[in-house]
């Protein structure tokens, strides 16, 4: 196929397209096994499992007189940072749902934009995608960072819906891939009229890989355009009960296998100049909860579990909170003295710092963030980040916190930067827009 120089005929395309089908099918087949038993072990993709073969759900009803844009976002980073974006598409007169593809965005989306707004993305395949496009009609499809589904974007443009793709960015992981691949994603892509990327690398990237030069734009990163996380009432107590001792408070987000034992090691530092001072930690995903319970146990940790019926009477200083809840990690931020962003100690890429920049808390990562690289770029070019490694993490957390001063200066840099970054919610609409012949918002 070479590198795009030779255009693929229609014919051959429409080849690609059904051995793309044919291979994606067998390998659904191949794996099922796998997806039966995380089914029947964890729970996972059993939620929605109908939606995502085609069924259209009797809650999202018919198109109506509004025009429908439809908007992707994977999880629940995605969908947080789409919410703006939904906001302003509602204002200029759409009718917006809201499609994703993890349970937890699933969860996020129903609660921000109402269920007979959202549903699960559909498999692509025709005979699940079509289904969608019929009952909705939608005049605009916009998708969230990197979804590019061949299928789907044959059959969304084909339907008449004009494609965007927002807050667009390619990894470092992923570039190599794509590239290798360039002849093919060139058509692919096709479809897709206007891409608006995080940074001028992502745009670049975005060139390279097949996209049409002149249809990729600049727009900057929706996420830091995300409102605060809504505190419930139920944190606020939570928040006092860490604070009511005055002793530290240390808050490890979204850790991922391999990193808790590095954070413990740390903490265990920590305890020995401030007895009194507590963690809260908070795996990414739930699957892992009991299996942290567990390394808990086994290192003699005193630990409280967030879901345990009298928590609120607990002890928790010198402890740890294990947050074994979903939904809560982001208003804690708060109530830290220092956090530690996961993912990021182990090679994973790294989670969002943006949550507790919210709260101007001073902001510890690892080395490997490579899927916040123009964020954390933004944030260490201000000196509003430290990063650690799995050796320094336990004196970092001291030096910070003997040095009040310092920890607070670089909080309330994190907060500066996140502010000096907005904006691209108001870009990205512009275009998206004009794109549907609405006009500027």
């Not at 430290?386 to 670089?410: H, P, S, Y």
Request: aromatic share 8%; net charge positive; hydrophobic share 45%.
């Amino acid at each position: 196929m070479g590198s795009g120089s030779f255009p693929l005929r229609s014919s051959t395309m429409a080849g690609v397209y059904f051995l793309y089908s044919v291979i994606l099918g067998l390998l659904l087949t191949l794996t099922l096994p796998w997806w039966l038993m995380q089914m029947l072990r964890l729970g996972k993709y059993r939620a929605g499992l109908m939606e995502r073969l085609g069924r259209v759900p009797a809650r999202l009803g018919a198109a109506g007189e509004l025009p429908v844009a439809w908007i992707h976002a994977v999880s629940v980073g995605e969908v947080l940072a789409v919410v703006p974006m939904v906001e302003a598409m509602r204002g200029q007169g759409f009718r917006v749902v809201v499609s994703t593809t993890t349970h937890t965005g699933q969860k996020l989306a129903r609660g921000k934009f109402g269920e007979g707004e959202v549903f699960y993305f559909p498999l692509d395949f025709g005979v699940c995608i079509r289904p969608y496009l019929r009952a909705l009609k939608p005049k605009l499809v916009v998708l969230a960072e990197t979804e590019f589904w061949p299928n789907f974007l044959r059959l969304a443009a084909k339907s008449g819906a004009r494609l965007a793709v927002v807050n667009a960015r390619i990894s470092d992981r992923s570039f190599p891939r794509y590239l290798r691949f360039r002849g093919l994603l060139t058509k692919v892509l096709a479809p897709v009229e206007l891409f608006l990327a995080q940074s001028e690398r992502d745009a670049e990237r975005l060139r390279a890989v097949g996209a049409a030069a002149d249809r990729v734009e600049v727009a900057g990163n929706l996420k830091f355009d995300a409102a605060p996380p809504v505190e419930s009432a139920a944190v606020t107590k939570l928040g006092e009960q860490l604070w009511s001792s005055g002793a530290p408070v240390l808050v490890a987000g979204s850790t991922v296998e391999g990193e808790e034992e590095y954070v413990l090691q740390a903490f265990r530092m920590v305890l020995r100049e401030y007895p009194s001072a507590s963690l809260v930690l908070a795996p990414r995903h739930k699957e892992r909860f009991e299996e942290v319970a567990r390394e808990l146990k086994a290192k003699r940790f005193r630990f409280v579990r967030r879901s345990a019926e009298d928590m609120a009477a607990q002890d928790l200083r010198g402890a740890v909170l294990l947050l074994d809840t979903l939904g809560e990690l982001a208003s804690i931020y708060r109530y830290s003295n220092i956090a530690f962003v996961g993912g990021s100690l182990v090679p994973r890429g790294g989670h969002n710092i943006l949550e507790p920049a919210f709260f101007a808390r001073a902001i510890l990562t690892g080395p490997f963030t490579e899927n916040f690289r123009d964020i954390l770029n933004c944030f260490e070019n201000n000196r509003a980040v430290v990063r650690c490694t799995t050796k320094d993490l336990g004196i970092t957390f001291l030096l910070l916190l003997r040095e009040g001063q310092e920890r607070e200066a670089l909080g309330a840099r994190a907060q500066q930067v996140l502010a000096q970054q907005r904006g691209a919610t108001a870009r990205s609409v512009a275009r998206i827009l004009e794109l549907a012949g609405r006009g500027s918002a």
